[in-house]
């Protein structure tokens, strides 16, 4: 069965800091992968995904993540985070039946 | 409609008793998922719908959880005899196509509903 891992639970930077979330699954056939954001008091979300094709996905308000199969891993990244960032992020590995999301990983971000 | 809408938005019920939860899909989506969102657990897969086929029940915790989805739209998530355990936020969502076959597999969450057992 998939399974994914987030590795970070609670993330906390300053604005205009770089950010990276860590995501990694465990599933030996083709999948589909996707980033989810749930901003305080709102609905999930989709911030991107990757189904095939280039490796580096961009996403919605400056995100982005690259596939890399070798290491099982779908790396969030956003180069400069806004205060607005605050919200909790969900990495989802779809494989041949069901979706499987990882923990969540909340990021807090300082004015 | 829009979106995914659930019902209630929260339900506060005491332990032992049954509760019913509901969930209308985004019209036209074949593909419906039931989720439990627990504080600090990340969102748990419960059971998902697709068409006219059997559901996958894999994700359901114990056999208190049933669902139903009636003439491929609506379903209902029913929990029998609730525990304390149970509290949790239930979220519902749908996507046009299951599968890696067709579609672009996107799921589309509702709101949720905030289950608190006393």
């Known amino acids: 069965a998939q399974s994914v891992s987030q590795h970070n639970h609670h993330v906390i930077l300053s604005e205009a800091a770089s950010l990276e979330l860590g995501c990694n699954y465990s599933?030996?056939?083709?999948?589909?992968l996707f980033w989810y954001v749930q901003y305080p008091g709102q609905h999930l979300q989709l911030l991107l995904k990757?189904?095939?094709?280039?490796?580096l996905v961009k996403g919605i308000k400056g995100f982005e993540a690259e596939f890399i199969k070798s290491k099982f891993s779908f790396n969030l990244r956003k180069p400069s985070v806004q205060w607005s960032d605050t919200a909790e992020y969900f990495c989802?590995?779809?494989?041949?039946?069901?979706?499987?999301f990882g923990a969540g990983t909340r990021l807090t971000v300082k004015p | 409609g829009a979106g995914v809408s659930q019902s209630p938005s929260n339900k506060v019920t005491e332990k032992g008793k049954d509760v019913e939860l509901r969930c209308d899909p985004i019209?036209?989506?074949?593909?419906l998922y039931w989720y439990r969102q627990s504080l600090g657990q990340g969102l748990e897969f419960l059971i998902y719908?697709?068409?006219?086929?059997?559901?996958?029940k894999s994700g359901l915790p114990s056999d208190r959880f049933s669902a139903e989805r009636t003439g491929g739209s609506v379903s209902t998530l029913t929990i029998q005899r609730t525990q304390q355990e149970d509290s949790a936020v239930y979220l519902c969502?749908?996507?046009?196509?299951?599968?890696?076959?067709?579609?672009?597999?996107?799921?589309?969450f509702g709101p949720g509903t905030r289950l608190t057992v006393l």
């Open positions: 989802a590995v779809k494989g041949h039946n069901d979706m499987r």
């Open positions: 599933y030996g056939g083709t999948v589909n």
């Open positions: 019209s036209g989506h074949t593909a």
């Open positions: 969502a749908s996507s046009f196509v299951h599968g890696l076959a067709g579609g672009t597999n996107e799921q589309f």
């Open positions: 719908f697709q068409g006219n086929s059997a559901p996958d």
């Open positions: 990757y189904f095939s094709g280039d490796p």
